[in-house]
């Protein structure tokens, strides 16, 4: 068998865009011959895939995966490059398989070293590398998070708004199994989730759970606005304190006002649903995931991409 130097590696790394570790194992499969190991590469499609992996993904989907029983819950963010792919019924699919696969993973990871639960043959890593060289743009698994009411009764449900730009997971916990299966009960997991997707700003579910630092933060803020320059000093800490309390109140779920009746708060609407339940409910935790947030995007003129890909050849 040839000798696999790292120069050898690198070339075929330049060549096809592959990853290292795969560039040495075509080689190592091909006595060295650069010409054969770029076909290998393209054969199983990893040319292509991990050369796409460079590019910037952005749009795609957010998706849910919610157990039968409603005991288990994920949240999950699959980016592709365009709005075109996110739209492709594969790439739709893969997002749907992967949801329910994260259920038993407990990090990317871990997930992508799962062997593929429409086809335990390869793992999740190799089926999104075959999704890449099929669709020809790069898929990632930027993030998700799965809940499950931890020896407590309670139930999870989910919400996605806008094609799958916008999730949520939501868990609520009850005091009985009775309580938990209670279709008042259920019902109103999904009203909260659904409230959840429409409030941007709500970070915690009471003023109870905002950290101390983010009210310090706050109270220095409000402290040193200009309109406050002139005031006494015991004026200037009543204005904050007002300003303070109803800037918390915006980042909490429970004094939303309820997006299907104005006239009450979340948090009275959860009082309507005890009532009826007969015991304590309460919103024990909630994400919400936009996709593409913090992600920066590439702005590339399509004349400029042309002439790029053009260049290329």
Not at 44 to 60: F, T, V
Not at 146 to 161: K, L, M, N, W
Request: glycine share 8%; proline share 2%.
């Amino acid at each position: 068998m040839a000798e696999i130097s790292a120069k050898l590696v690198q070339e075929l790394r330049q060549k096809t865009g592959a990853g290292m570790m795969d560039c040495k194992k075509a080689l190592i499969e091909n006595d060295g011959s650069i010409e054969a190991a770029i076909d290998w590469l393209r054969k199983k499609g990893i040319a292509k895939a991990d050369k796409a992996s460079s590019r910037i993904a952005a749009e795609g989907l957010v998706e849910t995966y919610i157990q039968p029983d409603g005991q288990v819950g994920v949240l999950i963010e699959v980016n592709c490059q365009t709005d075109f792919v996110a739209r492709n019924d594969a790439f739709k699919s893969l997002v749907k398989s992967l949801a329910q696969q994260a259920a038993s993973a407990d990090s990317v990871e871990a997930l992508l070293a799962q062997s593929y639960i429409e086809n335990s043959s390869i793992t999740v890593d190799e089926a999104i590398k075959q999704a890449i060289a099929t669709l020809g743009e790069n898929i990632q698994v930027r993030r998700f998070v799965s809940f499950a009411p931890a020896g407590t009764p309670g139930v999870v449900d989910s919400y996605i708004h806008t094609g799958g730009r916008v999730g949520v997971l939501v868990e609520l916990g009850a005091k009985t199994e009775a309580a938990a299966g209670n279709e008042e009960f259920q019902g109103l997991a999904k009203n909260v989730a659904m409230q959840v997707a429409a409030c941007p700003n709500v970070e915690y579910v009471s003023v109870e759970q905002i950290p101390a630092e983010f009210v310090q933060k706050e109270k220095e803020i409000e402290m040193g606005k200009d309109d406050l320059g002139n005031k006494p000093e015991n004026i200037r800490e009543k204005i904050v304190q007002g300003r303070i309390e109803k800037r918390l109140k915006e980042t909490t779920l429970l004094d939303q006002p309820y997006i299907r009746d104005q006239s009450i708060s979340v948090e009275e609407l959860i009082k309507q649903v005890k009532s009826k339940v007969g015991e304590d409910i309460q919103v024990n935790r909630f994400v919400r995931y936009v996709l593409g947030e913090g992600i920066e995007k590439q702005e590339v003129s399509f004349a400029d991409e042309v002439a790029a890909q053009m260049g290329a050849k």
